[in-house]
């Protein structure tokens, strides 16, 4: 009987003893990647957390406007100037055209186009020189005034270096 009770007591033990080995378990997975520019030439947002993402125009309801955005590039080219263009027109839209909301994109204080020719940017010693410069984007108010809705759209940046 003594045996037997041992037996019990020593197979209890042992079974608490093994139920860490049971415990709850999470994994997590995420990816991670890095993108290491060319030092001769690069245009990379300062704050590297919001490119990859939507970014949300704020509405501001008391003065019933939409406010833009301003996000800073490290810039650097060692041999010429920089320029930029848009890929594509940038608007937002709610699927009726006649909505549209129709997006002011400037660079370094200038104003970029779709136009297929690109504009400077930034001068050669600006360039050269490096340095943090500040990408705009504003909304302009549609002739008939801001409608309700849920709008979406792109901005399609295109930088490019100088011929030198």
Known sequence: MIKLSAIALWTGVAALMSSPVFAAREEHRFEVSVDIPT?????????????????VLPWNIHTRSLEGMRKNFDVKHDTSAIHARLESEPYLSNGRDEQNIYLL????????????????????EQAVAGGRFALQIQPKVPAGGYKSGRYYGNVNLVFSAAAP
Not at 39 to 55: K, T
Not at 105 to 124: A, M
């Open 39 to 55: 030092l001769g030439f690069y245009v990379i947002p300062a704050e590297s957390d919001w490119i990859h993402r939507e970014q």
């Open 105 to 124: 994109v400037s660079f370094n204080g200038k104003t970029l186009s779709h136009d297929p020719q690109p504009l400077e940017v930034l001068s050669r």
